[in-house]
């Protein structure tokens, strides 16, 4: 009941609202962008939704439009490098994450689920398997993201995807939701790069 209906109709309404409000912001964000470098202010790409669907996550654009597409962040060389003073400061507080308000309200995503992986992220994918995670909507943050967010091991965030899925229920969600915000401000377990597993 909870996951199936009054999860949904709470992402719908939040979503809405947050839409509503956090357009202002948006709008400054995009034009900072603008300024900041060359390329779009979005930046979409494929990922795997419930039941390893997959849809277009919508974010702002937080790299150099010459950075690999579907390569992630763990995977390219001196990733930091690559970044702006700018970029580096909307993607350490996950500012660029804000458009997925969108996708939420679309039903490609929730607000508190599994991180949604890229579509060739087999192993991660592979081991969520093992714990049912792909068979729930991804969320904008989840049990892993508060749990050590771009430092876990594949293996590991899978495990703590599985243990949201074994929980999941409004009191677990709201234990997500509020924890991510000492995460961000916190800008707790972030790494650009080298031996981390950073899925975006």
């Known amino acids: 009941m909870y996951n199936k209906i009054i999860k949904r109709l709470i992402d719908i309404i939040l979503s809405g609202i947050g839409i509503i409000i956090a357009a202002i912001p948006m709008l400054v964000v995009a034009i900072l962008i603008k300024i900041d470098s060359p390329g779009p202010v979005f930046f979409k790409q494929k990922r795997v939704g419930i039941g390893k669907s997959h849809f277009m996550i919508i ?17 390219l060389k001196n990733a930091a490098s690559l970044l702006s003073p700018f970029q580096e400061a909307i993607r350490k507080y996950s500012i660029d994450e804000i458009p997925q ?46 749990n050590g967010r771009d430092e876990l091991p594949i293996d590991v965030k899978a495990r703590y995807d599985g243990e949201y899925v074994q929980n999941l229920s409004f009191a677990f969600d709201l ?26």
């Not at 439009?65 to 995977?75: I, L, M, N, R, W």
């Not at 924890?179 to 031996?195: K, L, M």
């Open 59 to 75: 974010k702002f654009r937080s790299m150099p439009v010459s950075a690999p597409k579907d390569t992630p962040t763990h995977e």
């Open 101 to 146: 308000l969108f996708n939420i309200f679309a039903g490609q995503m929730s607000f508190v689920g599994p991180r949604p992986a890229l579509w060739n992220q087999y192993d991660l994918i592979e081991e969520r398997d093992k714990y049912g995670a792909n068979d729930v909507r991804p969320g904008l943050t989840g049990w892993a993201q508060i």
């Open 175 to 200: 234990k997500c939701f509020f924890g991510t915000f000492f995460a961000v401000a916190t800008a707790e377990g972030v790494s650009e790069g080298g031996p981390t597993d950073k899925q975006e």
